[in-house]
Structures are given as structure tokens and as C-alpha cells.
């Protein structure tokens, strides 16, 4: 029995002497700059990233929506049910372990009894008790054991990435629509003034028609600018109205639970943030080391499905003890010490496509992997490149709406003096309106691109982090 426990004690070194799975290679050359960024920066810590933008209000809608979003709870139970997935995977590297008791009584009701019956007419009740300690193990020669429980390690590293992601996601998503709010609120406010500036105008030309110095045309198309700002003015509540549903969702409660304060748009600030080199966005992207920990669990499924093609040997052992009394049960003490091979020889070809499956599979992740790091680099270019733009835009928006606004305040004086005509009031009003319109449009836009970025660069999250 020595002997026995000596064999079964090396398969068990065998298991432990496993190697570890390598890094991906993407065959991926990350470019040395950023090309919508002048120079290069360092790259500093941006895990509360939304704090930059100097809104205490947000500060607080991106704290309750960690506590609350159920996207975020569903990708935390996904890390629960990977976390046990892995204990479950690793299970066979060790034996597994059973013990049973049992008791037994046979009684004979009516008869002589017969010969497969153990009792008869003169003895008519017999009892037994057993009990058994028994351990199998399978050998892990091929390292398929090993291999599935690597593969579900690297799948439950994937779900932590994806919960990461889903969070970023999350906190991105409530800094858009919280902004986007704030934006329409002040798109509201300028419509509200549009509107009475309108009727103003309304008024004058009303008083110059009643008077005789303005025609009924000119009257007409006042009136019809006057309708035009009511109009959009509806549209803008029921914009803002959608955008706070929204957001209320990304907390996970229903919209007449969401209180805001009353904070303005002109407050929100956008910081400005260090990009880095490209080649940190590796580490950097929960979605890129998401993709990276599924190729790695792909490859160790190549190496299970390969382990299945090969034999397979297992070990048993067993210690039972039997009596027909219940204070003799140790007494009688046998053990049993087993050992068995076993390979496959025809299934139809099923293990070879199981192979070949896994390996197509392999090679998939690996083309998904290097599209994510593709789609890394494009995400942060196209959202520097935002920045850059908007930075111009917005430099000569300033001029326009400047220009715009004293345009219109000319040609409202001079036509109440009589010398205008009331289509160019018309005109600088529809031009003031628009440049308006604009400036929050672009500021929104600018508020939104810096959360992109913040997005692309990761939120702060380092693959140290898991």
C-alpha cells in the first residue's frame, strides 16, 4: 500500500509542476506619438476623472450610480458565477474525496425464504452496517486538467475587465447625459429670452403698422418668427425632459426620484488631460486586457481539447469496513487500490472537430484582440482630434456671437428710428439665435469630448488593478 501512495503522490507533483500561460503576442507596433496631440505627455492618474470637471453635483450622480446601476450589479454577479466556474475547473488537479455509512435490516414477512434472500425461516431479521473512505484521481499527464483550469483563471480575469468596462461605460455615460441636461436647461433659457425678444420686436412692429410706417408684410414675417420660437421652445423641454429620463435609468431609479440642483451649464469646466504615449494604452484599457485574457484562455483550451485525443489513467483507492453489529463496524477493515487506462478510439471524429474548433476559436480572439488595440488607438485620435477641433471652432464662435449680438442690437435701434427695414432686424435675429444656439452646442460638445477622452485613455484603470 506504500508503494501505492507513493505513485499517487508523484501524479500530484506532476500537477504542480505546470507551466504558466504566456502573454498574447498581437504582432501589434503601437505608434510612438499621438497624432492630433503636439507633444507627448505622461501619462497621471485619472480614476476619479469626473471630479476634474468641478462639479459637485456630478461628483454625486457618479456615486449613486455605482451604487445603483443594475448593469453594473449583473457584471458583478458575472464575476461571481467566473469566480466559481474557476474553483469549479481546478477542482479535478486534486482528488476527490467521499464517505458513506449505511445501515441495512432484511426481514423476512411470510415464507421459507430462498437462497438469494440472506434470511430464512429460523433466522428472520438480519442486520448490517458499512462505512467506506474513498479517494479517485485522474493523472494529469497531458496537462489538459491544468489547462482548464488556467483557461477558467483567464475567463475570470475577462469578466473582471468586462465589469471594469461596463463601469467605465457607466460613469462616461452619466457625465454625457448629466451635461447634455445641463445643456438643454441652458437652451431653454435662451429660447424663453429668444422668445420674449421676439415679441418685443412684435410689439414695435405692431406700433409701427398701427401707426402706418410698417406693412402688413413685415407684420406677417414678425409673427411668423414669433410662432417659430414657440415652437422650438416645447421642443427643447421635451429634449430636456428625455435627457433626464435618461440619466435617471443610468442611476437605476425611475426619473421622478431624480433630483438635481439647480446648477449652472457655464460652471462645468473641462480640464485639460495628458494622453501619454500610446504604447500605456495597453495597460490602461479594460476592454483591450478583456480581449487579451479571453486569447489566453483560448489557447489553454487548445491545450484541453488536444489532452482529450491522448489515453487517460486514474487511480482509486478505498478503506470499508462491514459487521452485522453496529459496535463491530471497525473491526473488520479491507482496503481497495485501483488503477485504470483509458483512450479514445472511435467517436466519429468528434474530439478531433472539438480540436480543430478550438483552435479556429483561438484564432478569432486573436483577430479580436488586435482589432481592440486598434480600435484603442482610433478612440483616443478621434477624440483628441474632437478636442482640437472644437478648441477652434469655439475660438471663432466667440467672435460670431459677439458680432451676431451687436448686429442685432443696431438694427433693432435703427429700425425703431425708422432707419431699417424690418428685414434686417429679421435677419440678425435669426443669426443671433443660431450663434446662440451654437455656443452651447459647441460647449456641450467640448464637455463630451473630454469625457470621451477621459473614456479612451481608461478612467485611471491599470491591468495592476485586478
Known amino acids: 500500500m506504500k508503494a501505492h501512495l507513493t505513485l ?17 503576442d498581437s504582432g501589434i507596433q503601437p505608434p510612438e506619438a499621438w497624432q492630433n496631440l503636439d507633444k507627448p505627455s505622461a501619462a497621471v492618474d485619472n480614476q476619479q476623472w469626473w471630479t476634474q470637471f ?8 457618479i456615486e449613486q450610480a455605482r451604487q445603483g446601476s443594475f448593469d453594473l450589479a449583473a457584471a458583478m454577479a458575472r464575476v461571481r458565477q467566473a469566480q466559481a466556474s474557476a474553483v469549479i475547473a481546478g477542482a479535478p488537479l486534486l482528488p476527490e474525496i467521499s464517505a458513506g455509512l449505511n445501515g441495512n435490516r432484511q426481514e423476512l414477512l411470510r415464507g421459507k425464504g430462498y437462497s438469494q434472500l440472506d434470511v430464512d425461516r429460523n433466522n428472520r431479521t438480519i442486520d448490517y452496517y458499512d462505512a467506506h473512505l474513498s479517494a479517485s484521481y485522474e493523472l494529469d ?3 489538459g486538467k491544468r489547462a482548464a ?13 468586462d465589469r471594469a468596462t461596463v463601469e467605465l461605460t457607466l460613469l462616461s455615460a452619466v457625465a454625457n447625459s448629466y451635461s447634455q441636461a445641463l445643456s438643454l436647461r441652458e ?7 429668444n422668445l420674449a425678444n421676439a415679441r418685443n420686436v412684435l410689439d414695435l412692429v405692431q406700433t409701427r403698422y398701427d401707426a402706418g410706417s410698417a406693412t402688413a408684410l413685415e407684420l406677417s414675417q414678425q409673427k411668423s418668427l414669433v410662432a417659430a420660437q414657440e415652437r422650438r421652445l416645447p421642443q427643447v423641454q421635451q429634449q430636456a425632459r428625455e435627457a433626464l429620463i435618461t440619466l435617471a435609468a443610468l442611476l437605476g431609479e425611475p426619473v421622478q426620484s431624480l433630483k438635481l440642483d439647480n446648477e449652472s451649464f457655464d460652471a462645468l469646466r473641462w480640464p485639460a488631460i495628458d494622453a501619454g504615449v500610446p504604447s500605456d494604452l495597453l495597460l490602461r484599457r479594460p ?7 479571453r486569447l489566453a484562455a483560448a489557447q489553454a483550451d487548445i491545450t484541453v481539447a488536444r489532452a482529450a485525443l491522448l489515453p487517460s489513467a486514474t487511480l482509486g483507492l478505498s478503506l470499508a469496513t462491514g459487521a452485522d453489529i453496529a459496535d463491530q463496524l471497525l473491526r473488520n477493515n479491507v482496503y481497495n487500490l485501483s488503477a485504470g487506462l483509458a483512450a479514445p478510439i472511435f467517436n466519429n471524429g468528434r474530439l478531433k472537430a472539438e480540436r480543430d474548433r478550438t483552435t479556429a476559436r483561438q484564432e478569432e480572439l486573436l483577430e479580436l484582440y488586435r482589432a481592440a488595440i486598434i480600435n ?13 477641433g472644437l478648441d477652434q471652432q469655439r475660438q471663432w464662435q466667440r467672435e460670431e456671437l459677439d458680432q451676431a449680438q451687436t448686429a442685432f442690437d443696431i438694427a ?4 425703431q428710428a425708422g432707419a431699417e427695414d424690418l428685414l434686417t432686424v429679421l435677419e440678425t435675429q435669426r443669426t443671433l439665435y443660431a450663434a446662440q444656439d451654437m455656443n452651447v452646442q459647441l460647449r456641450l460638445a467640448r464637455v463630451q469630448a473630454s469625457v470621451a477622452l477621459y473614456r479612451a485613455l481608461g478612467g485611471g484603470w491599470r491591468t495592476t488593478q485586478i
Not at 15 to 21: K, N, S
Not at 55 to 61: A, C, E, I
Not at 149 to 161: E, G, H, N, Y
Open 412 to 415: 433693432q435701434r435703427r429700425y
Open 149 to 161: 483550469r488556467d483557461s477558467a483563471l483567464s475567463t475570470l480575469s475577462a469578466t473582471q475587465f
Open 287 to 293: 476592454d483591450i486586457a478583456a480581449a487579451e485574457a
Open 187 to 193: 437652451q431653454q433659457r435662451i429660447a424663453e429670452l
Open 141 to 143: 499527464f497531458w496537462g
Open 8 to 24: 499517487l503522490a508523484a501524479s500530484l507533483l506532476l500537477v504542480a509542476c505546470g507551466t504558466p500561460l504566456s502573454t498574447p
Open 376 to 388: 484603442g488607438f482610433a478612440d483616443v485620435e478621434k477624440a483628441l482630434n474632437g478636442i482640437r
Open 54 to 61: 468641478g462639479s459637485p453635483q456630478l461628483d454625486r450622480l
